[in-house]
C-alpha cells in the first residue's frame, strides 16, 4: 500500500528528471543563438563571419546574464535582440512541455503500480491454465488450488484489469515460456504437485511461494517486470506487500479481496500535485536562502539530487502546515542516504535544520493541525 514516502521518492524522481530536462532546454537555447549566427550557406551574399562570429559572442554573452537574473542593457543590433528572444522563447515553451508531462507523470507512475500487481495476481491463473494443458504433468491439485478459484473468479480483479491492465491473454506464449522453465523445475511445484490430501494451508503456502520467489523472485520473471517498470525497485516490495495481504484475505467461503493501492487517493494525488508543484516551482527567494546556507559550496555544483531533496523538503515544510517539520526533515535525510552521496545525509540534515529555523522565526513556516502549534 502506499505511503507518503513512496510518494515522496515518485516525486523526486520526476523532479530530478525534470530538472535534468531543464539544463539540457539550456544548452538547446544556447544552441539556438549559435545557429543563428551560423553563415548562411544558401545564400548569394557574402557572409561576414568575423561579423557573425562577434554578434554570437554577444548574444550568448547577454543570454547567459539574463537567464542568471542580471540586469543588462539591450543591444543596439536587433539580430542580437532577436536571437536571445527566440532562445527565451524556446526554453520557455521546452520547460513547459516538460514540467506538464513529468507533473502528469507522477500519477501515471504510481497507478502502474496496480496494473503491475494486477499482472501479478493474473499470472497466477495463467500459470494454472498452462498447467492445466501440459498433458506431461497431473496437475489436479493446481486446479483444486482455493487461492487459484478465488482469484479466477474475482469480479473486482477481471473490473479493475480490463480498466489498468495486467492480463496475460495476448502473451500467453511468453506465460507458457515461463511455466516451463521457471515453474515446471521448480522443487517446490513438484512436492505440491505430489500432495495426495492437500490441506488448504498447503495450497497457500504453494501460492505464497510462486508469487514470492518465481514470480516476484530472481527469474526471468522478475526481470521482465524490470523492463517493464522503470521504477521496479521500489515498486516490487508495495506489490510484494500488496499481494501477500490478497492472499492473506482468503475467507472460508473461498474468496479474495483485491488490495486498494491507496485508502484515500484524492488526498494522495492532493499531495502528489501540491508537492511536485511547489517544489518545481520554488521562488527565487528560497533558492538563494538556500545558497545562503551552503557554506563553501555553490548551490549549481551540489549533487542534483541534493538540490531536489532541498528543494522538496523547503517546499513540503512551506506548503503542508499540517505535516511537522521534524517529519519532513526525518524524511528527506532517510531520502538522501538512500538515493545520494554517502556524506549527503548529514549535510542536507544541517541545512534543513537551519533554515527550519530561520522560517519559523520569521514566521514563514505555520503549522497547525492535531498535535501542532500554530505559530503566529
Known sequence: ???????????????????????ANYLLAHDTIDAFFQPDLNSMKIQDKDLLKGQRTVALKMFEKKFKGEEVK???????????????????????????????????????????????????????SVAAHDKRLATAVFG????????????????????????????????????????????AFIEY?????????????????LIRKIILGKTAINAHFEETDLWWAEDHEIIRSMTDKTIKSLSDRNEVEIQKLS???????????????????L??????????????????RLPLTDRVILHMALSEMLSFPNIPVKVTINEYIELAKEYSTPKSRQFINGILDVLSK?????GKIKKSGRGLIDNK
Not at 12 to 20: G, I, P, S, T
Not at 295 to 300: A, F, H, P, S
Not at 358 to 362: A, D, I, Y
Open 1 to 23: 500500500m502506499l505511503n507518503r514516502r513512496t510518494l515522496r521518492i515518485k516525486i523526486m524522481q520526476n523532479l530530478f528528471a525534470y530538472e535534468q530536462c531543464r539544463e
Open 74 to 128: 539591450e543591444s543596439p543590433d536587433p539580430r542580437i535582440t532577436k536571437s536571445i528572444e527566440d532562445a527565451f522563447a524556446l526554453h520557455a515553451k521546452l520547460n513547459k512541455k516538460d514540467f506538464t508531462y513529468f507533473r502528469k507523470n507522477i500519477v501515471l507512475e504510481v497507478d502502474k503500480i496496480n496494473t503491475m500487481y494486477y499482472a501479478s495476481l493474473n499470472l497466477v491463473v495463467a500459470f494454472e
Open 144 to 187: 483444486a488450488n482455493p487461492l487459484v478459484k478465488a482469484l479466477r473468479d474475482n469480479t473486482d480483479l477481471r473490473k479493475e484489469t480490463l480498466r489498468k491492465g495486467g492480463s496475460w491473454d495476448q502473451q500467453m506464449d511468453l506465460v507458457r515460456s515461463w511455466f516451463r522453465d521457471c515453474v515446471k523445475p521448480d522443487k
Open 193 to 209: 504437485l505430489g500432495l495426495k490430501n492437500p490441506s488448504k494451508d498447503d495450497h497457500v503456502d504453494w501460492i505464497k511461494h
Open 263 to 281: 485508502l484515500n487517493w484524492d488526498d494522495d494525488k492532493d499531495f502528489i500535485e501540491r508537492l511536485f508543484v511547489s517544489a518545481a516551482q
Open 283 to 300: 521562488e527565487p527567494a528560497y533558492h538563494q536562502l538556500i545558497a545562503n546556507h551552503t557554506r563553501n559550496w555553490e548551490v549549481d
Open 358 to 362: 530561520e522560517l519559523v522565526s520569521s
